[in-house]
Structures are given as structure tokens and as C-alpha cells.
């Protein structure tokens, strides 16, 4: 155990050394511009798609599934051994249209228009709510966890909401996200000083994740090997190589078709790969660059779930495995180490979306509306400090929606299951985007249905159904449907049964979207 005044402050510390970083860049624009001007700290703030969902989750997810977790890293190398074809063409024309956010770069292919504009913000907020979630969660779970092992090990009941450290993690983070995102308006909404943040950040969490990955198989193990060749004489961890074929098949496809889509289309990943890009030349190197990172952080996901199944109880949380094993072993400072690595791959994460949905917020919700009703336009510093304000204002109501659906919601599901119900919303973007550059034919009206219709659907049968597990809704409505309509039931849409919740919604959900948008 780690005590909790010194953990607290490490965080402080390490986030204020992310500031300072952050601050220092912008403080000095030239100085700052050569810095980010290089195609390895621009593939360095792409790995912010590396959340708590690598750090945490894909252990927890490979310790039940064998290497299922890959397919969430699949989706963007195929995105980007395709990016000479669809990530080059996006970065092409967003920046011949000086576009801002994603929202402005769907509205901008089909003949700028607000109301999508409008439509894409709203999905996007609502849609990464549970990701910002899924964050709080890994850094509230890893904050107890290291600081009342062994107590805290197996769950707990639910925490008074004054006691919750989720509640005082998503303060902190959203006191340093307004530090990082809107402590100025920028130009064209550059970011010179988060994206070098970020970068760094990227370095400390492959090296933390690396560091305990190299713990488990040099200290815990004689190597690798005996690593392994113990696992295969355990039949349940051998059972996790079986191909099942089915519902396993599905679940490969939505899921690599998912992490494709959300590729381009998360927020965030759109700010740093798009928005944040100051030379088109640096996606040639990040095309194989960034394939390479997510090899690398990978790289000892397998060996620690494999450790985590041998040498811990039953019981232990799988997400929980990567910070358990060292302080099971009493390596409390690796496991500060290892804390540290988490914490930064949940604030890069939360720092990035909230800058970029504050900015769409913004520009694309309250901007239009404010300027529709308000009789004259008041002074240059008036709308620069009004800007700020509803920006910070954004940032504050998106975290306290990210921590209010971890605290109902999401303490019931692992980090994957999670993160996968926003990959399902954010993709609903996809159609739009693919079919706008490549076909001509593509209507405001068809993006407008397809997305608002598959935003619905996706609601329907992954959203909703996740508040059955808190006691929100009835556990009827996904056993016999809403009103004991069997065709209605949401994991099982007109009778499409077999396939996980997951792949069942990213089926039914794009098949509408795309059938509206063509048709």
C-alpha cells in the first residue's frame, strides 16, 4: 500500500509537469512551433488513442479473451496502411477549408451546414460520455487500489458520493483540462503546447506499461518462456487460444470495423490527426510510425494477463491486474510507476476530448444560437472572455455527464465494454465522411437521416440497455422487449440473436445509417 497523501500529490505533480510543459511551448510560439513541427511528437499525440482502455483494459480484456484485444488496435492500422487513400485526402481538405473540429468537417462536405453542424456535436458529446467514464473509473479504481491494497483488491460496495476519489479525480481533470484547453482562443484552434503534452505523455505510459511487462517476465518469471510454457499447462488460460468461430467472427469483424471508424471519427483523435497538424508530410511517417507504437504498447499485454491469471486469486478485478501484480510482490514504487503510466493515459484522453468537444460546443451549438438572438455584437475582448467562459462551461457539464454515468452506470461493466459503447456512437459519423469525399451523389438530408437515425438505433440496443445492470430500467426490457414485444428486444433486434450486444448494434445501427444515406 501507497499512501494516499503521497499518491495524491504525485498526480498533482505529475499533471502540473504536463502544464508546465504545455505552458512553456505556448509560451514561446517559434520555439514551440519547431517543436511540434516533426512527424514523431505528431505520431507521439496520434497514441492518445491509448487510453486506460490500453493501459487497464486490454489486460483485463486479454486475460478473458486471448488476443480479442487486438482487434481494437487493427482497426487503426488498417486505417492508416489505408491513410494514403482516406487520411491523406481528410487532412487534404480540411485544411484547404481551415476546418476546426470534426462537426465542422462533416457540416463542410455537405454544403456547410449548420444544423448538421449542430446534429454531429450533440452525438458526439453524448456518444463519448461513456469513454470519459471509462476513464474516471480506471483513475478512481487505480487511486483506492494502490493506495488501500489489500483491501481494496477484490470490489466494493458503492462509495459515498463525498468519499468517491472518481469524484475528486474528475474535479481535478477538469481543472487541468480548462489549464490546457481554454486558457486562450488560438488561431485556426492550434494547440501547439497540449500537443506536446501529449506527446510526452505518450512516451511515459508505453515506457510505465513496458517497465511492469518487463517486471513480470524477468522477476516473476524465468523469462518469457517459462512464462508461457507454465500457461499452457493451465486448461483455462489454454482454452483462450481455441478459435470459436460464431459469435467470436462477429465480434472480430464490428470490432475492427468499429476501431477503424473511430479512428477518424473520435473527437479527439480528429483534433490531434487533423486540427492539431501543422505539415501534411508528417502523415507519411506517422502511417507506419504509429502502427509500430501500437505494436510496442502492446507488445506485454499477454504476458502480464498471463501472470495476472497464474499467480493472482479468483476474485481480483482483470483490469485491475497490471497494478496488482507489482504490489502483490511489494514493488510499491513500480506500482506508483505503473500508476502514473495510467493516470497519464486517462488525462491526455480527457485533456484532448475536452478541448475538442468545448470547441464544437461552441462554435457549433451555442455560437449560432447566441448570434441568432443577441441584438448587437458587444466588443472584441467581451466575445473573447464570453468564448472562454462557455467553453470552460462545456468542459464542466461534459465531465460531470462522464462521472455521473461511471457512477451509475459504468462501476457494473470492465473498461472494453465501456469504451466499445462509444466506439458504436461515434462511428455513426462514418458513412458520412467516407460517402461525402468519395460519392458525389450524397445529400445533406441523406447525412442528416442516416446519422440521426443510427445515433437512434445505437441508443436503442447499447446505451439504454446499460442502465438495465444499475437498476435504472427493468430487467424485462432486454429480456421480453419494452411492452413483452419479443422483436423489439434490443439485444436481439427482429429476431437477430447470436451476436454479442456489441456487434448486434454496430450491425443494425450502420446497416440504417448507410441505407438512409444512399437511399
Request: glycine share 8%; net charge positive; charged share 10%.
Amino acid at each position: 500500500m501507497t499512501g494516499l497523501v503521497l499518491v495524491a500529490a504525485v498526480s498533482v505533480g505529475y499533471l502540473s509537469l504536463l502544464f508546465a510543459i504545455a505552458y512553456a511551448v505556448d509560451r514561446q510560439p517559434e520555439h514551440g512551433r519547431r517543436l511540434i513541427d516533426s512527424s514523431v511528437v505528431y505520431t507521439l499525440s496520434l497514441a492518445v488513442y491509448c487510453t486506460s482502455w490500453t493501459f487497464y483494459g486490454s489486460v483485463g480484456r486479454a486475460s478473458q479473451s486471448g488476443i480479442d484485444f487486438l482487434t481494437i488496435y487493427l482497426g487503426p492500422t488498417l486505417a492508416f496502411s489505408l491513410g494514403w487513400l482516406l487520411l491523406s485526402k481528410i487532412l487534404r481538405i480540411a485544411k484547404a477549408n481551415r476546418i476546426t473540429s470534426i462537426a465542422d468537417f462533416i457540416a463542410s462536405r455537405f454544403g456547410k451546414s449548420a444544423g448538421l453542424a449542430g446534429l454531429v456535436t450533440v452525438i458526439a458529446v453524448i456518444s463519448v460520455v461513456p469513454y470519459l467514464a471509462l476513464q474516471i473509473k480506471a483513475v478512481s479504481t487505480s487511486f483506492t487500489l494502490l493506495t488501500s491494497y489489500p483491501a481494496a483488491a477484490a470490489p466494493m460496495a458503492e462509495t459515498p458520493i463525498l468519499q468517491d476519489a472518481g469524484l475528486w479525480a474528475t474535479m481535478l481533470l477538469t481543472l487541468f483540462a480548462m489549464l490546457f484547453g481554454s486558457r486562450s482562443i488560438h488561431p485556426g484552434e492550434h494547440h501547439q503546447g497540449m500537443v506536446a503534452a501529449v506527446a510526452f505523455e505518450s512516451l511515459v505510459k508505453l515506457l510505465s506499461l513496458s517497465a511492469v511487462g518487463l517486471f513480470v517476465g524477468l522477476a516473476l518469471f524465468h523469462g518469457f518462456g517459462d512464462l508461457f510454457a507454465r500457461a499452457a499447462q493451465d486448461p483455462g488460460i489454454r482454452a483462450l487460444s481455441h478459435y470459436q468461430g460464431g459469435t467470436r467472427t462477429a465480434d472480430w469483424i464490428a470490432f475492427i470495423l468499429l476501431s477503424f471508424a473511430a479512428t477518424v471519427c473520435l473527437p479527439r483523435q480528429f483534433q490531434v490527426m487533423v486540427v492539431e497538424n501543422v505539415d501534411e508530410r508528417h502523415l507519411d511517417r506517422a502511417l507506419w510510425l504509429f502502427p509500430l507504437y501500437l505494436l510496442a504498447i502492446n507488445l506485454f499485454v499477454l504476458p502480464i494477463a498471463v501472470a495476472g491469471r497464474l499467480l493472482l486469486p479468483a476474485g481480483i478485478d482483470p483490469d485491475s491486474f497490471v497494478l496488482t501484480l507489482p504490489l502483490a510482490s511489494g514493488q510499491n514504487w513500480l506500482a506508483l510507476a505503473v500508476f502514473i503510466g495510467g493516470f497519464s493515459a486517462s488525462a491526455g484522453m480527457i485533456i484532448v476530448s475536452a478541448a475538442a468537444l468545448s470547441t464544437m460546443v461552441c462554435n457549433d451549438l451555442v455560437m449560432p444560437i447566441l448570434l441568432r438572438f443577441r441584438p448587437r455584437a458587444p466588443a472584441a475582448g467581451s466575445d473573447m472572455a464570453l468564448l472562454l467562459s462557455i467553453r470552460r462551461a462545456a468542459m464542466a457539464v461534459v465531465m460531470a455527464l462522464g462521472y455521473l454515468y461511471n457512477r451509475h452506470v459504468g462501476e457494473d461493466y470492465p473498461l472494453v465494454s465501456i469504451g466499445l459503447v462509444s466506439f458504436a456512437g461515434v462511428a455513426q459519423f462514418f458513412p458520412a465522411i467516407v460517402l461525402g469525399l468519395f460519392w458525389r451523389r450524397a445529400t445533406k438530408a441523406g447525412a442528416v437521416v442516416g446519422i440521426l437515425a443510427g445515433f437512434l438505433v445505437w441508443g436503442y440496443t447499447l446505451a439504454l440497455p446499460s442502465f438495465v445492470r444499475s437498476g435504472s430500467l427493468p430487467e424485462t426490457f432486454i429480456a421480453s422487449g419494452p411492452f413483452g414485444l419479443a422483436f423489439l428486444k434490443p439485444y436481439a433486434l427482429f429476431g437477430l440473436d447470436g451476436l454479442s450486444p456489441v456487434a448486434h448494434s454496430a450491425f443494425w445501427s450502420l446497416l440504417v445509417n448507410v441505407a438512409l444515406l444512399v437511399g
